[in-house]
């Protein structure tokens, strides 16, 4: 079977991580590591992840963001921590995963994950076939898969994919011309020689600018209808009224990167839609500079 590395990043949020790693543990592919990358979390984040992992007998490594790429002396441990020395946002967490698999040897896959989502029985195993197949049947390793998302009640919500819709800036499930595809990013399946994620962006947008990158690579985007998981929508983050802030900074900020001349179609269509929902607090955060 081929190694793969499990990326998760943390962020005061160790109780979570915790329920995500005793997920993976039971699955029924056996050959991976997790690395589990602290966004410089201000709890006790670390201590609650290493003290699970002795609990549960599990060889366990902690090191520093820079010397993460260090050669390990023997058999690389089940689990690696690795201490960022600052919160750079999500894609600086994943990145930071990323080059810690391009640095170590053996790995063939990586599989980046959100820390509050659960996998269903088999989720490895299966979208690792899925990785083969499409890798034999195009001859190349450049594929990136999404997993299909069921809520915790049980609805079904996509299938690895959302559609940005370029001219609202809405996020939808199924296209609405004219669209961005791109591959959500709470579960992402890609080779061990993936492009990195633009860490210009602290939260949200991340994974559709991702798609870009994806692109400009030369990578085959699918998805792995038989891998399901379990998404609470909430652990990893809060949706407070600052949050509005982060997710506009991000919008205007993938739009000036890759459709400049939307920008002010999206920006008024989003504000006459919040003030009509009566979203005034949102609102302003339209109207508020980069």
Request: charged content about 20%.
């Amino acid at each position: 079977m081929a190694r793969t590395a499990v990326c998760i990043v943390n962020y005061n949020n160790g109780g979570t991580t915790i329920q995500c790693l005793n997920n993976i543990l039971v699955q029924s592919y056996r050959d991976y590591n997790i690395v589990i990358v602290d966004n410089a979390s201000t709890d006790n984040s670390i201590t609650e992840i290493e003290s699970y992992c002795y609990s549960k007998s599990l060889s366990v490594s902690v090191k520093n963001g820079n010397d993460c790429l260090q050669t390990f002396p023997d058999d690389i441990p089940t689990i690696i921590i690795i201490k960022s020395e600052k919160n750079g946002g999500y894609a600086f967490g994943v990145n930071i995963g990323i080059r810690f698999v391009h640095g170590h040897v053996g790995y063939e896959n990586i599989l980046v994950l959100n820390n509050d989502v659960y996998l269903t029985a088999g989720f490895i195993e299966e979208i690792t076939n899925r990785f083969n197949h499409y890798q034999k049947k195009y001859h190349t390793t450049s594929i990136a898969l999404g997993a299909c998302e069921i809520s915790p009640s049980g609805k079904f919500r996509h299938k690895g994919f959302h559609y940005l819709n370029l001219l609202s800036g809405l996020v939808f499930s199924f296209p609405i011309f004219p669209s961005l595809k791109y591959i959500v990013g709470s579960a992402i399946f890609i080779d061990s020689k993936a492009p990195l994620m633009d860490e210009s962006f602290f939260l949200y947008y991340e994974d559709i600018h991702y798609q870009k990158i994806l692109k400009h690579n030369k990578y085959r985007i699918y998805n792995c209808p038989n891998a399901n998981y379990i998404h609470e929508l909430g652990g990893s983050t809060k949706k407070d009224p600052e949050m509005y802030k982060i997710i506009y900074t991000s919008l205007k900020h993938f739009y000036k990167l890759n459709y400049p001349y939307l920008l002010p179609v999206v920006l008024l269509f989003r504000f006459i839609m919040n003030i009509v929902l009566c979203r005034w607090k949102i609102a302003k955060y339209i109207l508020m500079p980069k």
